[in-house]
């Protein structure tokens, strides 16, 4: 994985530099051009879920007399790119000479499962091609743009470019920091527990911030939770109450000691179920192809051996092994345990905070022990907000 290079860092010869590509501010563009923009923007979120390691892209594609000719999204890995996919849907070709063509990212120029886009717009020679954001994947990097520019063909970027960052933010997290994306959900009484004193938690949140939290997991590459949560609850962590695509599911279990006739290493998603363990041995024997042949109900998911940190399974390389297995998001359904140890190492890039109008009173609290005694000390949010869910209130906040 190669990170993208930070600012003030030297780049590659083969960077395209800003200086290259003209940018323009939002002013220079009609309101119509931030309409069919939006369009592709909205084209592109259809590949929730079912794009990823690759990022989201939406094109479309408008004639001189203002119509939409063609438009198109990236719908699957390893299959058609969103400018291919809007090219074909256009009847008439001949119109593509005069017509405008807005894509939410910089087309890809390089040959990967598919031809590059670069070239096929090259071809058709559109009159204008819009696009809101670079892309900052090393093999592009503004060799899009510049292709395009050496074809005669007017680029104009920037076009909604925010949008087009947040819509991408786990492609372009993993991108540059090698690791997924990492959203800690709780759900938790107002008086700050997730569980009564006899371990029960079902339910402190209402069914609307459930179906909330089946929507987060069909748009997240992986759901994660740590042994004590598959201990108490047995899990299936699937995607209910909404259509959507089934996530991989992640188990943090260090001694490696959880029965595999558990509901997520025995059921219909057993394999895509993935166990990160420290413990070697046992993990190595249990994905020894031969001695399983011997086993009438071997695991049939993945196991992933990192090394232990403090007598713990080291979460920090366990992210970066994620990251290396093409998961660019991944969201954290644990209990007390793994979200403090993931809060304490920083690890954490998002929290989804459901506080439920309930009280409790005792039993388990959702945070326990960040090792912050001062104020001085304190984790603040760079930015947050709230929102209201059925009965509950919901804080979003980036750490």
Known sequence: MVPVAEKGSKKSNDDVGESQIRLYSGMAFTKQDKIWMQRALNLARKGSGYVSPNPM??????????DIIGEGFHERFGKEHAEVNAVNSVDDKSKLTK???????????????????????????????????????????????AYLKEKGIRV??????????????????HLEYGRPFLTLKIAQTADGYIAAPNGDSK???????????????????AVMVGRNTV????????????????????????????????????????????????NREQAESDADPM??????????????????????????????????????????????????????QRLVDQLELFIAPKLLGGGTRSLLGLNINRMEDILPFHSFEWNRVGDDMLLTAKI
């Open 57 to 66: 892209v939406g094109c479309v594609i408008v004639s001189v007399d203002g």
């Open 231 to 278: 201990e108490t609850d047995n899990p299936t962590l699937t995607v209910r109450h909404i259509e959507g695509r089934q996530p991989v599911r992640i188990v943090i279990d260090g001694p490696y000691g959880l029965s595999k006739d558990l509901n997520l290493f025995s059921d219909q998603y057993e394999e895509k179920t993935i166990i990160i363990t420290h």
């Open 203 to 221: 339910w402190i949140t209402s069914h609307k911030s459930r179906e909330l939290v089946h929507r987060w997991r069909a748009s997240y590459d």
């Open 291 to 344: 001695l399983k042949l011997m086993k009438t109900n071997y695991f049939r998911g993945k196991i992933l051996v990192v090394d232990r940190h403090e007598g713990h399974t080291n979460l920090k390389t366990a992210m970066h092994t994620l990251g290396d297995e093409g998961i660019t998001s991944v969201l954290v359904e644990g209990g007390q345990a793994l979200s403090t140890a993931l809060l304490k």
């Open 156 to 173: 104009e970027t920037g076009l909604l470019k925010e949008k087009a960052v947040e819509l991408n933010r786990f492609f372009l997290h």
């Open 99 to 145: 017509a405008t063509v807005y894509v939410t990212l910089e087309p890809c120029s390089h040959h990967g499962k598919t031809p590059p886009c670069t070239e096929i717009l090259g071809e058709l020679k559109p009159a204008r091609v819009v696009v809101a954001m670079k892309d900052p994947n090393p093999k592009v990097n503004g060799k899009g743009i």
